[in-house]
């Protein structure tokens, strides 16, 4: 295995509580399982899982301090509740503490708990990896969205944010208005792929009744035909 890799998994360790490791090294073979699915690269994928709560061992108070004395801008909903700014604290402790200098992974890391409007593929494989990660018992939703995160990761992703939504509504938690932005993204993203399979479709049952195949005239063979192999034979 990568030395970087083991340093920084030792470093955890010393750092957070085990509960919190447990579920990092959770987050990060579950982003390397939906990399190899969605075909990205391994290593920044584990490398996003392993970081993303590495700012998770701070309370609020001191997390905000830290930011203004980093200059991280803090939003009006961090500001509420700033047990969010461990995301933005996380990328950058990436940067600054543990050399990561790849803006896809800082990216990840700081987007991974309110998601953000026009998510890239890594930023939506460690948002739904946090949330389906083996360890992970609470969410009701939990079997439908393990499974679902292999078969369509945006309809993961746009599920997954809305249960949140549905939860922190319930609970008159405040709500980040980056939170709703990537809600409301991710529900247009998912629209038109919708729309646009759908297209394909007709487009395909109109080609199949009037005998068209990529736009040119095309006679369906039927089933006795013979199919002309290579060179015609
Ligand atoms: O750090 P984790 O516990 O692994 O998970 P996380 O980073 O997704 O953050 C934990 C919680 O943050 C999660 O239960 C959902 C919540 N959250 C997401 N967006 C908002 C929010 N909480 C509030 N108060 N406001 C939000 O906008
Ligand atoms: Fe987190
Ligand atoms: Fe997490």
Redesign the pocket.
């Known amino acids: 295995m990568d030395e970087k890799i083991l340093k920084i998994r030792k470093h955890l360790k010393k750092k957070l509580d085990p509960y919190r490791y447990e579920?990092t090294l959770g987050v990060a073979l579950t982003c390397q399982a939906l990399a190899m699915r969605y075909g990205f690269d391994l290593e920044k994928a584990e490398l996003a899982g392993l970081l993303h709560?590495c700012a998770?061992r701070f309370d609020g108070r001191v997390m905000l301090e830290k930011c203004e004395r980093h200059g991280i801008v803090v939003s009006e909903?961090e500001r509420r509740?700033p047990?969010?700014l461990?995301?933005k604290l996380g990328a950058w402790y990436a940067k600054e503490k543990y050399g990561v200098t790849d803006v896809e992974i800082l990216s990840a890391i700081a987007c991974?708990?309110?998601g953000k409007p026009g998510m890239t593929l890594l930023d939506k494989i460690l948002y739904v990896a946090?949330?389906i990660e083996p360890r992970r018992n609470k969410a009701d939703n939990l079997t439908e969205m393990r499974r679902l995160a292999f078969l369509d990761l945006d309809l993961a992703c746009l599920k997954i944010m809305e249960h949140?939504l549905s939860y922190?509504e319930s609970r008159d938690?405040?709500?980040?208005a980056?939170?709703v932005a990537a809600c409301v993204d991710m529900r247009r993203i998912v629209k038109e792929g919708a729309d646009c399979r759908l297209e394909a479709k007709k487009e395909e049952m109109t080609d199949e009744s009037t005998g068209k195949r990529n736009g040119k005239n095309c006679r369906r063979r039927s089933g006795g035909e013979k199919r002309r192999g290579y060179k015609g034979y």
């Open positions: 579920h709560d998770k909903g509740d047990s969010l461990h995301a991974h708990t309110t946090d949330y949140i922190l938690c405040s709500i980040d980056m939170t």
